[in-house]
């Protein structure tokens, strides 16, 4: 494992963070999910990221790291790097969503019940909130630190003009947000239009979400959908319509380079999300051991040509 300082920040962050969105709720076994965590810890990654409403059900992903910190790693919570998030829809009532004080607090003070933590590492504003006022929502996040609720905050899916606004709020109350998490993979390139430019002038680290696309961006659907996938399963957030005869083209172009490069397409797909530094690190979701020890093998080979970027250019345009 190869670590990167975030932004301007004395935290760094393994370039492989592993995310508890979907493979880590009430829906799988803890037994296998203390496998996935543990063996990962054992590869150097030692960030893991969760939000509020991550299972499913809801909640449940902070619970199952909570049993996990309470047991197989009640010895190493400070070799660790714990981050949550709130901002999309958690409980019933106006109260429960979207970036005002009331809710950043209470949800904050429920996801660190279920962790069974006196804090976190990193806090998230989840979403931008179009009611709030952003001032609201960032002295939220400054109380939060000064607190000791986090040690560090955070906004994730935040557009160019907000990151600057979030930014320069929060550096006037003197608690720098020192890392933006937005989605970004070969599929899904709308940060490159502002936002990369915008975390650099502002030296905030960016942790990339879905850089695998969900799975898409793997060797899993290049003959079929398989039984166990996220397109398969109903509580993914993929389906049938994702996979379009557009994306299955591009996915045997990029396999094909992939294979060139000696590389699993994952591999691939994650090189390139890390390829020039402006990403600090990218977060993958996985269901199988293997599938996070294929994941760690993309930091054996992070150079580009200008002909190999081309080629991917070409067949996932940044229009895409």
Request: proline letters at 5%; charged letters at 20%; a neutral charge.
């Amino acid at each position: 494992m190869s670590y990167a300082r975030v932004g301007a920040s004395g935290l760094k962050l393994p370039r492989i963070a592993l995310g508890l969105w979907h493979n880590f709720g009430a829906v799988d076994r803890h037994e296998h999910s203390v496998q996935m965590l543990t063996r990962a810890f054992d590869l150097g990654i030692t960030h893991f990221d969760l939000a509020n409403n991550y299972g499913p059900p809801p909640g449940s992903a902070e619970e199952t790291l909570g049993r996990v910190l309470r047991g197989e790693f009640r010895s190493h919570r400070d070799e660790l790097i714990i981050s949550t998030k709130a901002g999309w829809g958690m409980w019933p009532g106006p109260y429960g969503d979207f970036g005002s004080r009331k809710y950043l607090i209470a949800s904050l003070d429920q996801s660190l019940k279920r962790l069974g933590l006196d804090y976190v590492d990193i806090f998230y504003h989840h979403r931008p909130d179009p009611e709030t006022p952003l001032e609201e929502t960032m002295r939220a996040l400054e109380h939060i630190v000064r607190s000791g609720r986090a040690l560090y905050v955070g906004i994730s899916s935040y557009d160019a003009q907000g990151t600057r606004d979030a930014a320069e709020l929060l550096r006037g109350l003197g608690t720098p947000c020192i890392i933006h998490q937005p989605s970004y993979s070969m599929f899904n390139r709308w940060v490159e239009k502002g936002l990369l430019q915008e975390t650099q002038r502002q030296q905030m680290g960016v942790i990339a979400f879905s850089p695998l696309a969900q799975g898409l961006l793997t060797d899993r659907y290049l003959k079929m959908v398989p039984q166990d996938s996220r397109i398969a399963k109903q509580t993914g957030f993929l389906s049938q319509a994702d996979l379009t005869p557009q994306r299955e083209t591009a996915l045997r172009g990029l396999f094909e380079l992939a294979q060139e490069r000696g590389q699993t397409l994952a591999q691939l797909a994650l090189s390139w999300v890390l390829r020039d530094g402006a990403v600090t690190s990218a977060l993958i979701g996985a269901s199988k051991i293997s599938q996070v020890e294929d994941c760690i093998g993309a930091l054996n080979n992070l150079q580009f040509t200008p002909e190999e970027l081309a080629r991917i250019d070409a067949l996932a345009p940044s229009t895409s």
